[in-house]
């Protein structure tokens, strides 16, 4: 899609004594989920006011599709957002809500149908908002960023409130919405509910980017080449398997983490100590994982800094 980019750099802000962001840059491609993950208060509710133009930096500049957004004359057409789910009316049906949205930027009535029914709303289109869960509050904010069909979706914790069913659709949705084209950014504080949706990740604290990195490479880094093995005679293969100069650890009743050999490797040195072998897979590492190998670069660096 066309201009469907988030550049952000150099964002300073401070409140008062706080300093909010403290450099902040990265930048945000079509066709991908990007995960914006780190620690409350760590600056990204702040990164998304910035770029939405509902706060202004002290320094630095947020472009999406390389304008500045109050310049944008149709906004909700080129970006849309989900900050606060509770930002509704609560008078209003949710339909009323969303015709009220469309009506001020000059989207027709038959969108709205559309959001209500991409979000799974439409049965509940015409009850007030005010009654409903926060899990169905966070399902109208994401019809309204959806509204004006934009190339570029900002979400901040669209998780948060959100049943496992909702936690599983919403997963498929922002795939499909990357897969479109469009730039979807999304902030977490729990890397976990980013696990099977980011292609990026931009990892932040304290204001500033700490790491920013593709998730399948990351992925690949922090499983190491590892090969699990699944077998009824654990400590007779980790015995067979180090004796090969392997590092294998067993991490449960029947199963062994082993690195070093490769799959096939290790498959030919159990069969030729005749150990009996019920599976044999690569080692899949969690995001957590990755993360912990992400930030550990530089939570050392910091560690280093403060010693000196
Ligand atoms: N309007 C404000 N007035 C004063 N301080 C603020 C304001 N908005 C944010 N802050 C402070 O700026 C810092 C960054 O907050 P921000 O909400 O951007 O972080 P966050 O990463 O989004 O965290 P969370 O996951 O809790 O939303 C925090 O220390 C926060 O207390």
Redesign the pocket.
Known sequence: MDNATIEVSGLR?R??P????DGMSFTVQPGRVTGFV????????????VVLGL?TADAGTALVGGRPYRQLRTPLRQVGALLDANAVQPSRSARNHLLWLAHSQGIGRARVDTVLGQVGLAAVARRRAGGFSLGMRQRLGIAAALLGDPPILLL??PVNGLDPEGVIWIRGLLRSLAAEGRAVLV???LMSELQDTADQLVV?GR?RVIADANVTELLAAAARGRVVVRTRAPETARTELLRAGATATVTGPDTLDVAGPSAERVVALLTAGRVPVAEVSAYQASLEEAYLTLTRDAVEFQAGQVAR
Not at 18 to 21: G, M, R, S
Not at 41 to 49: F, L, P
């Open positions: 802000k409140f008062g706080t300093v909010a962001l780190g620690p409350n208060g760590a600056g990204k509710s702040t990164t998304m006011r706060d901040d914790e902030s977490s504080h932040v204001g």
